[in-house]
């Protein structure tokens, strides 16, 4: 395979990885400002198809950055790819246990909008947790440094 389809292949999964992580974020900012369980619901499951994007995006990355590394003759052991390795490996801890959390958080509102529907006050501090938002954001920071990192190479 040549440099420029390896290349292009490990572009496209970092676009599904970082599209994927972005459109989860902004999905659960507008479920935070709703009100109604039926509207965060509704909101916090759209955030599922994007997970099967941010997958299969780290699959490409992972699979064809390291055969581009190879092929470039790039040093795994390089501290820009050490620190991504490490960015990479926070993102899917982290991403599961938010992942977990919001699934959750998503499973009451469900059957908050079921039983009527009425704003709950449980929802809004699940949906505002400072440990959740904090590691969500850090997600968010991870991704930017990771594409930083593959950017400019330092």
């Known amino acids: 395979m040549s440099t420029q389809w390896l ?3 490990h572009l496209a ?3 599904l990885f970082a599209s994927g992580a972005v459109a989860a974020a902004v999905l659960r900012l507008a479920a935070m400002r709703r009100e109604r369980p039926s509207e965060v619901a509704l909101l916090m499951r759209a ?9 299969l995006g780290l699959v490409l990355v992972l699979v064809f950055g390291f055969w581009l ?4 003759g790039y040093a795994l052991g ?10 990479l490996a926070w993102t899917v801890l982290v991403g599961a246990l938010t992942g977990r959390q919001d699934r959750h958080t998503r499973e009451l509102a ?5 039983d009527g529907d009425a704003p709950s ?8 947790d400072p440990v959740n938002l904090a590691l ?15 950017v400019w190479k330092p």
């Open 47 to 55: 955030v599922r198809p994007a997970v099967p994007l941010i997958v």
């Open 7 to 9: 290349l292009f292949l």
């Open 69 to 72: 590394a190879d092929r470039l």
């Open 13 to 15: 999964g970092a676009f």
């Open 78 to 87: 390089s501290p820009w790819l050490s620190a991504t390795f490490a960015l």
């Open 136 to 150: 969500n954001a850090s997600l968010l920071v991870a991704t930017t440094a990771i594409v930083a990192l593959m």
């Open 110 to 114: 469900e059957r908050l909008a079921a």
């Open 121 to 128: 006050g449980e929802l809004a501090r699940r949906l505002r």
